[in-house]
């Protein structure tokens, strides 16, 4: 969501050019795997290439044959190393057809194995071969599917880091095992899906109908489609704010008016609305919302502590946001304000002018919506009710004679994970052996609502191991991985299933 | 912009359906044009299908060469007539291109002038042949640029009653006149614009530089291009309100942001905008701006009882709404409202999430649009400064670090013209001749901003004739003039010509 700024300053970071290493913590059957990772180098980028070539934008029905394309071009990239794929079908997807009308089917799930050597440890590999929309003319300076490499070392592309590098990366980790000839110690379980830029819809259902059958005896879950916080200091993610995404809806007379005729004669949706939407939250992020503040976990001294680890600075907020429009003066009030406390957004007004110009319309019915990041121990159920009952007050204290319809739109959790559990370690372990530093253990402001599906239906630990940058610009028109991240996020794969089957 | 809804309550209004009658305040020669106008019926239907049938809209610069050919089919349409009309040509459209990036050019006025048997009077007839835009998509019944006539008399299509169907009115008037051998008792001076759908690019300037040329010994304007204001009273229109539209951009982050990294941090722009809008405005009409009030011209007694004297119920308003979303109670609070007082309208957001379903961004910059309709005495400089000051210092107080720009977008005057001079005389006599009862004397909400300019410019009286209904659905998916009205409106034209020869 961000585009990429000062990339010059990449260079300064030395650390982080990419550039053949010894990795002097490695054994020799990571050295052999590291240094085939390094000469593969151009296959890779190769194979990520032809991924960002195939449009799979999940969102966007008359592409559902590039889903389709995408999930036979993952099997059969992964086939030769000896992963077995099956495409799990999903059926149709509910109320959406293409622009003929035609309905379409879900993207389909890929599940398969990869027997390792045996060490008893079987580690569940998720990830996504959907992506955002992308147009030319939002913004791009390329073809977005066509990735392109930068004289900086950048890989930009639709997808690139969301979630076909990771992805890519994982199938690239077990051909580097593979021509190295060194064993993967650990038995792999494989869920990739089409569908997490849309929901995830079908996931859920899959997990709970697969956990006693292809999902059965894992012990550990790995996910890879989150973000460093910023853009040197590598991480392991341990929590995640939940979202509730709600609308509200006013309708007034009963078509669009024109507002000569009308204006001062009628009660008005979007002035109704624009009252409603000033009384959720103040301009500085307090939520107006009465008692979710009281659900929010206490802050206990050693929670606190662990800001102050964090390798991160109010800078780092700033050049991420591309200018001073920082609530917080210090970065531990910021990164708690976003990993540990609720956040409402507002995101926008369905139904109202929303062009350039100016038209001068009464718009007969208008949506505002909104959502609220979450945190333990906010009940999302009790939140909905808190929502509903402050909107529906809000909007009788106007005393308008139009309606109104406050709904729930989608609703995840939050998840907190234990960062010291066996899985961590392990990747604790080859983020060191890789990087030569001790990663930061982070939580993240975003939500992926699988994660707590995952441990809550496997009961098993969920780890969350990003390899791209907190600038990688994942949904925006300026789309990267940086090659050092995605090679050393190779690398990083590879050290974690070694470390967890040791 | 309203649909017609209790179409068959038409019925019971006798009057109102179409009918051969006999005129009896009518003098020979009238009747002889009225009953030529009943025998074209059937043509005069026909040429407003055609003129229906060329999609000329101009907001759409891809379709403008559908305005040239539209100017062409009157221009062919009236030299038969008598009438000279020459296409003036504007120079190219500021800003626009076609969707190929090419420039083009503004449509032509088409100006011209028909000589009549002489009274001396000279009157200038003012309409336009653009129309607002019109796609099956937007909920037509049926192809929007094929007129369709309905069984309850109804004549359906874009431009039907905006404007095509006065224009081409007055072409009917003449040809009227000319088959029953009777002449038209005034000299005509004709100014056809292409932009009004567009803001008149061209107009005015125009306007200015023929006042002493093409349009000098002008004695009176008539402009036919607003609605009755129910259903079943004609009325003249002797003022309109003007328009002031701004738009408030508050600008933050410098792109847009996913709010689960970013929600929480950072102020956001839509956040703010809820505030500052909600600010402008009560739900139940009441302007906050401070100074506005006080400039509106106070309510005389001889003003207040000209109110009771309309034909207008609040029912009928409610029908207009489609509902009873009404701040008044009584019709009289409900016309001044309309007519007298200044409203607010919040007409939408740009930048914002607008579509169905749900993103969670956080806007980066967003621009609420909203307009005030203008009355009698508002300073229109002043209004601007003071909408200005009011949204600046409410930003203030929100203490965000967001940037705010409140600009002017447009703005027409308001105009208030004299119901009693010849002009407003001559159109009483002729709605009395052909409807048999007074026609009210209203104001309207909306605005039409070259009536005014054609008064300053040329200081002579401006005439507002509308003939087709409230319900016409002017701008609407539903844009229908009712038969009754089509005819009866051509012999009201043809009548008032005759009255202001007299």
Redesign the interface.
């Known amino acids: 969501?961000?585009?990429l700024r000062s990339s010059t300053r990449l260079f300064c970071a030395k650390r982080l050019a990419y550039q053949r290493t010894v990795y002097s913590q490695a054994s020799s059957d990571l050295k052999r795997v590291f240094s085939k990772i390094d000469d593969l180098k151009p296959r890779f980028i190769k194979r990520l290439k032809d991924a960002v070539a195939i449009p799979s934008v999940s969102s966007e029905p008359d592409r559902r044959n590039e889903l389709f394309r995408m999930a036979q071009f993952i099997k059969s990239e992964s086939e030769p190393l000896g992963v077995t794929l099956q495409q799990k079908e999903l059926g149709l997807q509910d109320g959406v057809t293409t622009s003929k009308g035609e309905p379409i089917p879900l993207p389909p799930i890929l599940q398969g194995t990869l027997k390792g050597s045996g060490s008893g440890k079987r580690i569940l590999i998720y990830g996504h071969y959907d992506v955002q929309p992308a147009n030319l003319e939002d913004g791009w300076s390329s073809d977005p599917f066509t990735l392109v490499e930068k004289p900086d070392g950048r890989l930009v592309g639709r997808g690139v880091t969301d979630d076909k590098g990771p992805v890519i990366a994982w199938i690239n980790t077990i051909q580097a095992f593979k021509e190295a000839g060194v064993e993967i110690p650990v038995d792999l379980v494989f869920c990739i899906e089409g569908m997490e830029e849309s929901g995830s819809e079908g996931l859920e259902d899959f997990i709970k109908q697969e956990k006693s059958k292809g999902f059965k005896g894992v012990d550990g879950i790995c996910i890879s489609d989150n973000y460093w916080v910023g853009i040197k200091q590598p991480v392991l993610t341990y929590g995640l704010?939940g979202?509730s995404?709600y609308?509200i809806t006013i309708s007034?007379?009963?078509?669009?008016?024109?507002?000569?005729?009308?204006?001062?004669?009628?009660?008005?949706p979007?002035?109704?609305l624009?009252?409603v939407?000033?009384r959720?939250?103040?301009?500085?992020?307090k939520i107006l919302i009465p008692g979710i503040d009281e659900m929010v976990a206490l802050l206990t001294p050693e929670e606190s502590g662990l800001y102050d680890k964090i390798t991160f600075t109010i800078n780092d907020?700033k050049d991420?946001?591309?200018?001073?429009?920082?609530?917080?003066e210090t970065p531990k009030e910021?990164l708690m304000?976003?990993w540990r406390?609720?956040?409402?957004?507002?995101?926008?007004?369905?139904g109202?002018?929303?062009?350039?110009?100016?038209?001068?319309?009464?718009?007969a019915k208008?949506s505002g919506?909104f959502?609220i990041?979450t945190v333990p121990d906010i009940d999302l159920k009790k939140l909905d009710q808190l929502v509903f009952d402050h909107v529906e007050k809000s909007f009788a204290s106007?005393?308008?004679?139009?309606k109104l319809k406050v709904e729930l739109?989608?609703a995840g959790k939050w998840w907190v994970g234990d960062p010291n559990n066996w899985n961590f370690e392990a990747a604790r372990k080859a983020t060191e052996t890789v990087w030569g530093v001790e990663p930061d253990m982070t939580r993240?402001?975003?939500?992926i609502p699988i994660a707590l599906t995952f441990e809550e239906e496997l009961k098993k630990p969920v780890l969350l191991l990003p390899i791209g940058r907190g600038d990688d610009g994942?949904?925006?028109a300026s789309e990267k991985l940086d090659t050092v991240n995605y090679i050393q996020g190779i690398k990083t794969m590879a050290a974690y299933l070694y470390y967890a089957g040791k």
């Open positions: 969501m961000l585009s704010r979202v995404y609308s007034g007379p009963s078509e669009d008016l024109h507002s000569g005729l009308f204006g001062g004669t009628t009660y008005e979007m002035i109704d624009t009252h939407l000033s959720l939250v103040t301009p500085n992020g907020l991420a946001l591309g200018n001073d429009t920082t609530i917080h910021a304000s976003r406390y609720p956040a409402l957004s507002i995101h926008g007004v369905e109202a002018f929303s062009s350039p110009g100016a038209k001068t319309v009464i718009p208008v919506k959502s990041r106007l005393n308008s004679k139009n739109i989608h993240e402001g975003g939500s994942a949904h925006s």
